[in-house]
Each structure stands twice: as C-alpha cells, then as structure tokens.
C-alpha cells in the first residue's frame, strides 16, 4: 500500500478497521461492558456518548468498519435487522409512500403489510423482474423505496443503479438489503443508493451466532439523525459483547464469501439438469434471468444464497430437507455452515413462494461433500 493510498476492503475487514487497543496495544480490542462513563475533571464527557443506550465503544468500532467497507458517512448497529428497518419505517411521515420489491425477505413484506394494513403508510409492491414495475410503483408522495437484491427466496436481481434513478427523480429516497451482497460483492452506496441495510446475523458475522442489524447512510440528513434518536429511544444499539463477535466474524468475510461464492457456483451448475431438479434459482448461472445485471452489479463473485426447485410436491420438499445429513436443515443464512430451509412452511400458505421450493445457504464446508449429500437427498425425493 502507498503511503497515501487507503487500505483496500479486505485489508479493512482483516484488521476489522484499526481495532488495535490505543491504550494498550492489544491487537484485538477489549469488550466494554460499562453501561456508563464517567465525565472528565471539567464535567465533560470523554466518549462521544456516555450511557450505553446510546452507544459504547465496540459499537462504534463495527459501525466503523462497516461504513467504510461499504463507503458510506456513518452506520447504526442495530439489536437485530428487523430493529433497524423498524427503525427506518419509523421516519416514513404518517401516510407516507413506500415503493417495495414484491419478492423480498417475508419478515419486512409481512411488517409493510401490516403497517399499510393500519393506516400507518400506502405501499406499493412492484415485481422487480419487470421491466418499468418499479417505475410505475412511484408517485410524487413516494417517500421511499425499498429493494433488496438479489431477492430472497427467489434471487431476482435488482438494478441498483436505475432504482435509484427513478427513486430520486420523485424525490423519495432508495434504501436497499443487501443482506445477501455482504459489503464484498456490491456496494449500493456507490451506485446511487441512499441507505443501505445489513442483517449482520447473516454474512458480516458469519458464524450464526450473533441477532444484529445495520444501516448505512450515504449522508449525514436529518432523516439519519432521526434514525438514531430512535435508536436510542427504543433501547436498540447492537450491545458490546455482540459487538465484538461481528467485528471477529468481519474479519474472515472475504475469504468466507469467495469460499462460499465458488461453492455455490459450482452446486449450482452441477444441478442444473439433474432429473428431479426443475430448476435452479442462482444469479452466477448464465440461464438465470437476471444474470446481465448481476454480472455487472456483482463483482467479487455471486454468494452463496440460492433456491433449487424440485420435481415435487410440498412434501416432497420437507423429506429432501429431512434427508440431508451433511447440510442441517435451518433457517437463517450467512454462516460458515450449509443451511437448507423449505421456504413455505415458514413463510404459510398465503405466501408466493412455490411449494417445492428449497432455499440453500451455501457454506465453507469441501464442495464434494455438498454435493454429494444433496444427491443423496434427492434419491428419497
Ligand atoms: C434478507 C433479510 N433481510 C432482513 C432480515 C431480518 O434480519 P434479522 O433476522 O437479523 O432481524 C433477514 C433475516 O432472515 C433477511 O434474510
């Protein structure tokens, strides 16, 4: 690295930023567990913030890696990501637009719904594989639109890039999940995008063993300050112990996404023309319909999130669920482990999501065996 060069994203998530203790050298920094600080000898307080409702020191040093992994001003951590899109929802004004891909995680379909249901906003739900859908969702009182990409369970890839354009041209503003592109693959920010939100539950921690949530704003606004008085006021900064899982889990990201990216590639491409597959949903096949997109949008390889949809029945997709002994049948995705879930039965009857639909969170585990347990799987199916 030149003198005057900053350190590039992996070399950002390796050292977890500068972690490095000031006040002790330690190379991985200590937890905080003080819920308070005391002020200095002129009555003035030390830390930005002094109550850990507001913030605490480990808080601080993983929204700094995550701001600058995906550029952005500033990140708020959140207790969980459903926190942190509450949070975002809250600044909706009362009876605001909200423009939302209709393919997206159930969980914040199901909380627009709810919130249109009471009045609280109008929502709009565009099929973001349409051409023009998203234009036609927008209205001049559209406050804010809400993307995600690729969308879950289904992988649908969104134009960041036009999706800003057409938010910004009725004034709303564009806030995208990129759950799935784990600050490696995309950076939202960079393409226009106003806010963008992490359930770090998933890739940036990596390991299934932390609930947090984060947002990343391309600017100091008023709505960001907003943001993060509520969290304040809702008692919802991620807390210190959490903190300091994320920014360990951080620090492998990269090599854990190109593992599970190149993984996943090649599962996808071995079951493409399997007999009991219909198909296969992965945005790095060349056969997936928004492979155009993501080929330009995604540059540090597809993830490790995919869909298989099997030549059968709703059953039929438990048992291939219950068959497999080397990939464990779970929700949640991200982690360093194979997870297969049957969309449907979580997400009920009600939801779009086809019957013989198995989502896979591809991991790090040696691809032979993938592949070998879903092949066997497949054979009760
Ligand atoms: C894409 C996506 N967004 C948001 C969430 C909600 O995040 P959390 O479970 O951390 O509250 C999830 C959780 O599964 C998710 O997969």
Redesign the pocket.
């Known amino acids: 690295m030149g003198k005057n060069s900053s350190p590039r994203p992996e070399t950002i998530a390796a050292h977890a930023l500068r972690a490095t203790d000031a006040a002790t050298g330690a190379v991985v920094p200590p937890i905080y567990l003080s819920t308070t600080y005391a002020r200095d000898e002129n009555y003035a307080p030390r830390l930005k913030e002094n109550y850990v409702r507001s913030g605490s020191p480990n808080v601080w040093q993983a929204e700094d890696t995550i701001a600058a992994l995906e550029k952005g001003k500033a990140a708020l951590l959140f207790v969980?990501?459903?926190?942190a899109?509450t949070a975002l929802l809250e600044t909706v004004p009362m009876g605001g637009h909200v423009a939302a891909c209709h393919s997206?995680?159930y969980?914040?379909r199901n909380w627009l719904e709810l919130l249109r249901d009471k009045g609280r906003i109008t929502l709009t739900l565009f099929d973001a594989a349409e051409p023009g859908a998203l234009e036609k969702a927008l209205t001049p009182k559209t406050d804010l639109v809400w993307i995600?990409t690729p969308t879950?369970p289904m992988w649908t890839v969104v134009d960041i890039q036009a999706a800003a354009k057409a938010a910004h041209k009725v004034g709303a503003i564009l806030a995208v999940?990129a759950?799935?592109l784990a600050a490696v693959t995309t950076l939202p920010l960079s393409l226009g995008a106003d806010i963008v939100?992490h359930?770090?539950?998933?890739y940036l921690n990596g390991h299934s063993d932390v609930?947090?949530?984060v947002l990343v704003t391309q600017e100091a606004t008023p709505r960001w300050s907003e943001i993060a008085t509520l969290r304040t006021k809702t008692s919802s900064p991620l807390p210190p112990f959490e903190c300091f899982l994320l920014q360990r889990g951080m620090r492998t990201l990269f090599v854990r996404y190109a593992q599970a990216s190149g993984n996943a590639l090649a599962i996808a491409r071995h079951f493409s023309n399997h007999p009991k597959v219909q198909a296969v949903l992965y945005p790095g096949l060349a056969t997936h319909t928004g492979h155009a997109i993501a080929k330009r949008q995604m540059l540090n390889g597809y993830g490790g999130m995919m869909s298989l949809v099997l030549k059968t029945d709703f059953a039929g997709a438990q048992k291939f669920c219950t068959g497999l002994k080397v990939i464990t049948p779970a929700?949640?995705?991200g982690g360093v482990e194979s997870l297969a879930e049957h969309r449907k039965t979580v997400e009920g009857p009600q939801s779009p999501t086809p019957d013989n639909l198995v989502r896979l969170s591809i991991g790090i585990e040696n691809v032979n065996d993938l592949v070998a347990d879903i092949e066997q799987a497949l054979t009760e199916v």
């Open positions: 969980s990501g459903m926190a899109i997206m995680y969980g914040t995600e879950n999940d759950t799935a939100f359930s770090v539950t998933k609930l947090g949530g929700t949640s995705l």
